[in-house]
């Protein structure tokens, strides 16, 4: 057998071929450079027994249904409408320090997985599947062996304004399938999960994490063989290639593990996240969003006054979002009508620019390119550019544009451009509030590319993934996109949940966050400021409600939040996100500098507490033997007579010490947040 090895710090896998198609052996903690491989595999190998078939068919990087293969298949293709069963044989291997290239062929067909080493310890698949003749591709993806050991798995699963929901369950037997088919990475299935060994926190245990980076769905499959092994798929989602075509491939697959807890696979993916994220502007701006100060009510005067309000509150840029464009006065029409209303902006956006440029605001604007209302100009044009059956169900009151069609595209790029050169914009808001009507790849594809164009002509301008909240969020959306929008609900406990799951996968320069109003538009919630703004101030922070029904007191809170976040950015942004073990109900995260030289702690108290003490705050990522000075910032609301030594002054801990026993905090009320600076002596 021919074996193959791929090492990075945090993991090996062993790939070997008998000539046919190639399987995963091993994939697991980094191994000796010595290991006999061959006894590896050998020592891996499973017996036969009464009930099987005389051979364990191959569990390879491509199940195959024509071997016997008692799963399900890697690929499900036809061709002349009869299915495609190859049979692969090795046709050469290419190895180098970066990665290694499996080729495979059959007759009229060559696939070739490309298997490479990345920065952090991640390793990455993709398969390019060939053929000499149109083939209509149903499903594609990448297959390799499960961990028996780790028997737990997440998934994220979410709707509007509740995304990045984790759902844990026990792996047996059977099959676990999603194929999210909503054309975009989706707020039900965004494609990341993890598999755990049992007791797994954020700080302790082994952890094997998957990420697909591809923004338009993806088919993940977790199947327990009858004879036990476990097998993991994840590719596009399936049918989401209606056309014939002779090349397909499937999006980057993500793989990091470690021995550390959830942090140890978690602090990786940020990290590779922040290193992709194309040039923004340094330091990053507080964020003023105006939508939920007006929604479709612009009228330039009050705009101006409300971001006068804001500048004084610390806002550094000023995003106008929904209203300004056709004659957009609600979301039932102008999607497609990218020119300025006249009735809001009777000399253009231009007088509003100025303004908020005196004022020492940048300008952002908000765009939902890929989407038509049937009361517009443009689809009075242009009915044939809908993508989908005319009879389909309506989302939001639109429809989607066909980005496959090069005219569309073209059309799209000309009136963004046009709005791009015209105006001193310096931030796209580029939303997507309606599914697809079906899985389409193209979609995707065209996206990208219209998105690569708009950004090679205007270099200087930063874009935002927005999609109802957070329905576009994943590895490759995010070397086009240099911040998300999170979600659509601005209450600071679903923020706090759903913020702190995410950081699974975000850093904290890329998640937007903002301070909503007083009575919560998404909940109801009234909650108090020092809450709303600590939350905000967690990850790239801004605003969005109208600065104008702020009391003294809160405005005099807003501001001082405000003014931290601008003085410590620098090295947030920079920074990884390490979450930490707390109680039910509460909920706590350090940010640690990237020279680990500075932290920040944030504990919430979410809801009423089981003890009326709260244990103490065990700190991670340290340095054991370094000595730290930590101070308490905020205080959370409790009984007034509590006190600990962090109430008291500031406590000197070595980072052993921080890890193993941690500091007490003040019991504190439901809805209060506690935050602690720390500094390394």
Request: overall charge neutral; aromatic content about 6%; some cysteine.
């Amino acid at each position: 057998m021919s074996l193959w090895r791929i090492d990075s710090p945090a993991q090996t896998l062993v790939f070997g071929s008998d000539g046919g198609m190639s399987a995963c052996h091993y994939w697991g903690e980094p191994l000796p450079a010595d290991t006999d491989l061959d006894a590896l595999v050998a020592a891996g190998a499973g017996g036969v027994t009464g009930g099987m078939l005389d051979a364990l068919p191959p569990l390879s990087l491509l199940p195959e249904a024509r071997r016997s293969f008692p799963g399900q298949p890697g690929l499900v293709a036809f061709q002349d409408d009869r299915p495609l069963l190859p049979e692969w044989r090795l046709a050469g291997a290419d190895q180098d320090d970066g990665g290694l290239v499996l080729r495979h062929v059959a007759p009229g067909l060559r696939l070739d997985h490309h298997i490479a080493t990345r920065a952090h310890g991640l390793i990455t698949i993709e398969a390019v599947l060939r053929a000499d003749r149109p083939l209509v591709l149903h499903h594609l993806a990448v297959a390799l062996p499960a961990p028996l050991h780790m028997t737990r798995l997440t998934e994220l699963a979410g709707r509007w304004t509740r995304e990045f929901q984790p759902v844990t369950a026990t792996l047996d037997h059977g099959t676990r399938l999603r194929d999210a088919r909503t054309g975009r990475s989706g707020h039900e299935h965004p494609p990341l999960f993890w598999l755990t060994t049992p007791g797994t926190s954020h700080t302790t245990g082994e952890v094997a994490a998957l990420h697909l980076a591809w923004s338009g769905g993806h088919r993940m499959l977790v199947e327990t063989l009858p004879e036990g092994r476990r097998q993991i798929q994840l590719g596009p989602a399936s049918g989401s290639e209606p056309e014939p075509g002779t090349e397909f491939r499937t999006a980057p697959l993500w793989l990091i593990r470690g021995e550390a807890g959830l942090n140890s696979a978690a602090i990786p993916l940020q990290r590779r996240i922040r290193d992709a994220l194309p040039p923004s502007r340094q330091p990053r701006p507080v964020h003023y969003n105006g939508w939920e100060a007006v929604y479709f009510r612009h009228d330039q005067t009050e705009l101006a006054r409300i971001a006068d309000r804001a500048a004084t509150l610390g806002a550094e840029r000023f995003v106008l979002d929904d209203g300004w464009f056709g004659r957009r006065d609600d979301d039932t029409t102008s999607l497609g009508d990218w020119t300025v209303d006249p009735r809001k902006h009777p000399k253009g956006l231009g007088p509003l620019i100025a303004r908020l440029r005196a004022m020492g605001l940048r300008f952002g604007l908000w765009l939902e390119p890929e989407m038509v209302n049937e009361d517009s100009d443009l689809f009075r044009a242009h009915p044939d550019w809908m993508l989908g059956p005319r009879d389909q169900i309506r989302g939001r009151n639109q429809l989607h544009l066909d980005l496959s069609r090069p005219e569309v595209r073209d059309h799209l790029f000309d009136h963004i451009d046009r709005i791009l050169t015209d105006h001193d914009i310096d931030y796209v808001k580029w939303d997507h509030n309606r599914l697809t009507p079906m899985a389409d790849a193209r979609q995707t594809r065209g996206l990208y590319a219209l998105l690569d164009r708009l950004r090679a002509a205007h270099p200087g301008v930063e874009w935002e993934s927005c999609a109802s909240g957070g329905g576009r969020i994943d590895g490759a959306i995010l070397t086009r996109c240099g911040r998300v929008w999170l979600s659509d609900s601005n209450d600071a406990i679903e923020r706090l949940r759903i913020q702190h799951e995410a950081a699974m996968l975000l850093p904290a320069c890329v998640t937007g966050s903002h301070v909503g109003p007083r009575d919560c538009h998404t909940s109801g919630r009234v909650l108090p400021m020092a809450l709303r703004a600590w939350t905000a101030a967690q990850r790239h922070m801004g605003f969005e409600m109208d600065p104008r029904e702020l009391t003294d007191d809160e405005a005099r809170i807003l501001a001082r939040v405000t003014a931290w976040w601008r003085e410590n950015r620098h090295w947030m942004m920079a920074g990884d996100i390490w979450r930490l073990d707390r109680p039910a109900g509460s909920l706590a995260e350090m940010q640690l500098a990237a020279d680990g030289a500075r932290m920040v702690v944030f504990a919430a108290q979410i809801e009423a507490p089981v003890a009326l003490q709260p244990p103490p705050l065990r700190l991670t990522g340290l340095d054991p033997r370094a000595v730290y000075r930590l101070r308490m910032l905020e205080r959370p609301r409790g009984h007034p007579a509590s006190r600990t030594a962090l109430t008291q002054g500031p406590v000197t801990l070595t980072g052993a010490a921080l890890m193993a026993q941690g500091v007490a905090l003040p019991p504190a009320f439901p809805q209060t947040i506690a935050v602690i600076e720390g500094t390394r002596l």
